[in-house]
């Protein structure tokens, strides 16, 4: 179990969570490219506790998920599964990015064509990843 800590841009909202899984994974889907990614997040389980709760906006991005931010810097903090109440945080808010391995791709046949990653990665599809993932 690794425990981390990290912030949103300007210190409004600050976080501890319990169990970082190091592996950082990016998302090309439409959302969050629109949201300024691609996304590369680190899944944080469900034991995480924000400070400046009063600080955090949240998005109702889909049925299954929602995504909060700072509300004073406008920094991503986090993706949320709703069902499992299981949190994936932006990897660049955490104070020590040293553990972080970059493993997996997900939304890979969404990837544009104008960026390309040279770490070789572990690669799931769209379909793939609603297979795993998405309530029936």
Known sequence: MIKGNGRCLCGAVTFTAQNINNNVTACHCGMCRRWGGPLLAVSCGTEIAFEGQENITVYNSSDWAERG????????????????????????????????????????????????????????????????????
Do not use: W
């Open 69 to 136: 931010f700072c509300k004073k810097c406008g920094s991503h903090l986090f993706y949320r599964l709703k069902e499992i109440n299981e949190y994936e945080i932006s990897a660049g808010l955490f104070d020590n990015q040293a553990i972080f391995n970059f493993d997996l791709q997900v939304f890979i046949d969404r990837k544009p064509a104008f960026y390309s990653f040279a770490n070789k990665t572990k690669e799931m599809t769209e379909a793939e990843v609603f297979e795993k993932y998405a309530p029936e």
